[in-house]
């Protein structure tokens, strides 16, 4: 199946604790993203990488470190978790030039549900 | 700044048309997007429309935007239980900045 995968789906951990969450796309794309979802639904953009260079770092503290070892993966490493760092947590990924298409869709993974305790 | 807004909620009778509106506010955004969110899933790119247009008709879906006003809604007609998600709508220039999501509830 062509699509953007997460690992994992639940991530249930202690305050203080460092964890991963891994994104894989299989569909090609030269950009990668990470967004987080919180308790109310709230969509922000964190961190965007085009060809495995970072272009978009939002206001995110400096404990989440995004990784992309080639284009078609980003990781998100997480230290030191916090309890409000609890959320969802959604990969996407779209191609950056038009390659004949008018637009550039951003395709999302299913999420990763973060929770601390 | 980017700025993109949403009212929270909305409760429509099935069979009923749904408007879900939106404001945003960089006048340099290329695309408008509705992406739809349903429970437990990631999001799904329902409809767009270019900065030029007025209007984009997609099978159920109608999509309205004036630009002058930074509005954008979104019709969808005969509205189903199915329907029942969250509508994000979002801007873009460089990067995607949604607005915080439309509960959308389709009773019979």
């Known amino acids: 199946d062509t699509a953007v995968s997460q690992t994992p789906k639940y991530l249930v951990t202690q305050m203080g604790n460092d964890k991963s969450i891994k994104c894989e796309q299989n569909?090609?794309?030269?950009?990668m993203y990470w967004y987080k979802q919180d308790s109310k639904k709230f969509l922000k953009i964190m961190f965007s990488y085009n060809n495995k260079e970072l272009i978009i770092n939002e206001t995110v503290p400096n404990r989440f470190s995004p990784k992309s070892p080639d284009k078609a993966h980003l990781n998100l490493h997480i230290n030191s978790l916090e309890l409000g760092d609890s959320a969802v947590y959604f990969c996407?990924?779209?191609?950056?030039?038009?390659?004949?298409?008018?637009?550039?869709?951003?395709?999302f993974g299913p999420g990763t549900r973060l929770t601390v305790l | 700044g980017e700025d993109v807004e949403q009212s929270l909620f909305l409760s429509v009778r099935e069979g009923d048309s749904s408007v879900i509106n939106c404001t945003y506010t960089d006048s340099s955004s290329t695309y408008l997007y509705w992406y739809k969110q349903e429970p437990g899933a990631g999001l799904q790119l329902l409809t767009y429309?270019?900065?030029?247009?007025d209007m984009k008709q997609d099978q159920r879906l109608t999509v309205l935007l004036n630009k002058k006003d930074k509005h954008l809604s979104l019709r969808i007609a005969d509205t189903q239980t199915g329907d029942s998600a969250i509508y994000f709508c979002a801007e873009s220039s460089n990067k995607l900045i949604f607005g915080a999501g439309t509960r959308l509830a389709v009773h019979p």
């Open positions: 996407a990924s779209r191609h950056s030039g038009t390659s004949g298409r008018l637009y550039n869709e951003q395709f």
């Open positions: 569909l090609g794309h030269d950009t």
């Open positions: 429309i270019f900065s030029n247009m």
